[in-house]
């Protein structure tokens, strides 16, 4: 049977995420950038964490991707991994596998720097990357037997392989070259999670997927962490990491820009204030732990900060200082996706 990963298909993932340290093919040879052959693996974080990065750096030319990011995933935990397009979280996570050489800072996963024992890393991993390069001429069914054998051939993973396939709705004698993108999509998912890893590292998961199978693949995720597997997603699709996600990373410019827990962030985060006035139109007087977020005419928005107590009450006088009328008065808690647009419009 031929190769169903492409050559030059190294950095999108499929072969190098697969291999097994039993697989005589397992691939050891030094990479650009790197300092020679693996060593054995040795422990650089504490047995807790996951994935644990100190000053994680990576620059193609001039171009900055990562620039030092500090980062802990705390086992069984699903990861929520925040940031558009560029930011660099496949970047980071190419890094964990080791399919690109970071340039410093430390890294562990699993316990297991991936620059020493890549193999050790990959063979304990489920991924799926952004974008999956196969070979379109052979079919679905072929290119999964083929990643089962990477995975040592069990009879146990052929069962979940069919199973999912089954729940996500691929049709397993389907050649790839006539899938959809979408259901190219489903191939990988079935790929990273068959073997059930001890970590998943998902590359946009959702992507090109319809909602219905979105909401699958986030049970697959949920099942996953409730088998003691650690999950760590990156995504843009901000409703998704609120819903599933245990804590989250926001990344911006290849640093990260914030992160915790969900409702921690949503409660450290400033309260929203929507203001209708009638009167004098010149912006109120300041007040302490208030910002101006933007004006419409008579309406207004502001952000409290929640370390100031009675600010509230302080803006509302503000506002109706020089004879102003206050029509209206809203207040709500940040969402997830206002949160994030904060932190880019900085």
């Known amino acids: ?4 990963v492409s050559t030059g298909a190294t950095a999108a993932g499929s072969i190098d995420s697969a291999v097994q340290p039993q697989m005589g093919g397992a691939r050891t040879a030094p990479r650009s950038g790197g300092e020679g052959a693996p060593k054995p693996s040795m422990p650089t974080a504490p047995s807790a964490a996951a994935i644990h990065a100190r000053k994680l750096s990576k620059s193609y030319g001039p171009f900055r991707a990562l620039r030092g990011i500090d980062l802990e995933v705390r086992r069984g935990e699903v990861f929520g991994f925040l940031g558009p397009n560029g930011a660099g979280k496949t970047t980071a996570v190419r890094c964990m596998l080791d399919l690109i050489r970071r340039d410093s800072g430390e890294l562990s996963v699993l316990g297991i720097d991936p620059r020493q024992d890549p193999v050790a890393v990959r063979s304990r991993t489920g991924y799926l990357p952004g974008e999956l390069r196969l070979d379109e001429n052979i079919r679905v ?3 999964l037997k083929f990643f089962r054998r990477l995975r040592g051939d069990l009879p146990e993973t052929a069962r979940r392989a069919d199973t999912i396939a089954e ?8 050649k790839i070259k006539n899938l959809s993108k979408g259901n190219k999509q489903k191939l990988g998912i079935v790929a990273a999670f068959m073997h059930a890893p001890e970590l998943l590292l998902l590359d946009e998961p959702t992507s090109g997927l319809d909602p219905l199978v979105q909401a699958e693949v986030l049970a697959l995720a949920r099942e996953a962490q409730a088998g003691g597997a650690t999950v760590f997603f990156s995504s843009h699709v901000l409703s998704e990491v609120q819903g599933i996600a245990d804590r989250v990373a926001i990344v911006r410019a290849g640093e990260v820009a914030a992160a915790g827990g969900v409702g921690e962030l949503l409660d450290k985060a400033a309260l929203r204030v929507r203001a209708e006035v009638e009167g004098d139109g010149s912006p109120p007087p300041a007040v302490d732990g208030v910002r101006l977020l933007g004006r419409d005419g008579g309406r207004w928005e502001f952000a409290i900060d929640p370390a100031h107590g009675g600010a509230t009450d302080a803006l509302l006088r503000a506002l109706v200082a020089g004879g102003r009328k206050v029509r209206s008065l809203e207040t709500h808690r940040p969402t997830l996706e206002e949160i994030f647009a904060e932190h880019y419009e900085r």
């Open 167 to 174: 729940r996500l709705g691929l049709r397993l004698e389907a």
């Open 1 to 4: 049977m031929p190769d169903p």
């Open 141 to 143: 069914d072929a290119a």
